[in-house]
């Protein structure tokens, strides 16, 4: 029997292979336009700034010094009544002032510094901004009050870098013991109050209100200051302790 013509086409091998080549091509671009760059994976990961600074009001504070803010995201202020700079106040000045700072249950001893306002320049205005001690230290707010007088004794610091010092402040509870301690004897002052309040991106008007925590007082407290969460930063972490019944040993 004769052999039939096959009506099937035999393709070169060579077309085979470049379109092989073609195709491997084409998903190989797609992978690389896809994938994010290393770069790009880095800034992804990257945690936000850091803040590294304690706010204070803004006394009648417009829309233009609402838009004076750092990049670290504090509030910066008008110079304010009482303002006493750290080359005008030498540490431990005052006999009455914190040197040194104990909480037993979350296991702080560390030593107080006084701080004092920056100044920021914002166009042609001039701001202030509290200071925090870069080490394992509380910063005394060197316009609030002294230890064992009428008024807010204000202490700010870090609680994810230089130490940590305030990173336990979180796990505080009502009716935990803090002690503060001046030249010659330690006051005790009793947890009464733990906020956590929303600050990075707040209008003008919360952060005033959350900064009303550090204002004087008409009577005797002990205010810590720090920020909140430990990987982001974007709240203001307040207690409020009052003293004890006795100051003594």
Known sequence: M???????????????LITIGFIVVLLAGAILFIKPTAAQSTAANT????????ITPIPDATAEAETAVNAENSTEITLPAGFVSLNDAPRASLDNQPQRIVIP????DAPVTDVSLTAVQSGA??????????AYEAGWHNTSAPLGQTGNTVLNGHHNIYGEVFGGLV?????????VYDKTEPHRYTVADVEILPERDQPLAVRKENASWI??????RLTLVTCWPHTDNSHRLIVVAYPAESNSN
């Open 2 to 16: 004769a052999k039939e013509d096959s009506d099937e086409k035999t393709v070169p091998i060579g077309v085979v």
């Open 47 to 54: 945690p936000l700034p850091v803040i590294t600074v304690v």
């Open 105 to 108: 249950s979350i296991e702080v």
């Open 125 to 134: 205005q001039t701001y202030y901004q509290w200071q925090v001690p870069a």
């Open 171 to 179: 796990d505080l509870e009502v009716g935990a013991e803090i002690i």
């Open 215 to 220: 204002e004087p007082t008409t009577d005797e």
